[in-house]
């Protein structure tokens, strides 16, 4: 397939929708962003990486991050994990307290907010460093040895991060915390804010098209994990649009408030698209387009 070509095709299609709806303003240093920028890559099983638009750009990654942590957590914490944090969507907003009480404490899965600081909780009992084990994951996986914390981003949204905090106290009221909730909430900060562009990004996440196999041909997940995780990405990966999304594009997929989102094409590709402006559930507008493009025109899907 000629994904040069086929990339620059749905840049051009989607061009119409970049800048429709809002960049992320919850984390000020996210809200200057420009919000004009569109960039997209497709990497191969076999590591090539093809893109168009700014898909060398380093944007902030956010909650696309949670595949990683939650990749982590798994392959060095096994499923005990699954105690403390659900699968199932939530239908309600990445952010949302309410299901929290009723639940006991235990969130609806690891791609929520709640769901992921449980994901780094387990990361930093197992690791004692959560946010460096992911860092480092995510350089060795790109090859992108640059690979930074945005300290500014990060700084940003601790200033800012009641509702986190909030979160990560709730739970621990629960016991579903057990490491200090201000060090859980760093290390969960310094994670969303890491910087990588498309290319990085599809790189990075292609494990979970080789089915558990890292770039170095060792084996992070078994192939069933690789399989449950793609099911949750596709499942609760784009929050309350997660329907929306699974109808749309058809392939597990996992979305950030910085605009990115990366899907996986199980056996085939990974591909990341990366606009900053949103819709209402914090998915990016341009990025969706650009997915169902991307699986119309190839009939790539898991169906
Ligand atoms: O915790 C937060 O609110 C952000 N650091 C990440 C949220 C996010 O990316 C949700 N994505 N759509």
């Known amino acids: 397939m000629d994904y040069k070509a086929l990339l620059d095709r749905i840049a051009q299609e989607v061009a119409p929708l970049v800048g429709s709806g809002t960049p992320a303003e919850y984390i000020p240093a996210l809200a200057t962003v420009d919000p004009g920028r569109f960039g997209m ?12 638009g700014d898909w060398e750009r380093p944007f902030s990654t956010q909650s696309v991050t949670k595949v990683f942590a939650l990749a982590l957590a798994l392959s060095l914490g096994g499923d005990d994990l699954w105690e403390r944090v659900g699968r199932e969507p939530s239908g309600n907003p990445f952010n949302s307290l309410v299901q929290l009480e009723y639940e006991n404490g235990i969130p609806r899965n690891p791609f929520i907010n709640a769901g992921a600081l449980v994901v780094t909780d ?23 040895q640059e690979l ?26 629960y016991g579903n915390i057990v490491n200090p909730v201000p060090v859980l909430l760093d290390h969960y900060f310094w994670q969303c804010s890491i ?4 290319a990085d990004l599809a790189l990075a996440a292609r494990f979970l098209a080789r089915h558990g196999l890292r770039a170095d041909g060792t084996r992070l997940l078994t192939r069933s994990e690789a399989k449950q995780m793609n099911a949750v990405m596709m499942t609760c990966g784009t929050y309350d649009a997660a329907g929306e999304f699974a109808y749309r594009v058809g392939l597990p997929g996992k979305s950030g408030v910085g605009g990115g989102i990366i899907a996986v094409v199980p056996g085939r590709c990974t591909v990341c698209v990366w606009s900053p402006a949103l819709d209402e559930q914090g998915n990016s507008v341009a990025g969706v387009a650009a997915l169902d493009r991307f699986t119309t025109l190839t009939g790539l899907s898991v169906f």
């Open 41 to 52: 890559a497709v990497a191969d099983v076999d590591g090539n990486v093809y893109g168009s």
């Open 122 to 144: 387990r990361l930093q009992t197992l690791t004692g460093d959560a946010s460096s084990e992911v860092l480092g994951f995510l350089r060795q996986e790109s090859g992108n």
């Open 195 to 198: 910087e990588m562009s498309c």
């Open 148 to 173: 930074a914390f945005a300290q500014e981003v990060a700084a940003s949204e601790s200033e800012h991060g009641d509702r986190n905090a909030a979160l990560a106290h709730f739970m621990a009221s």
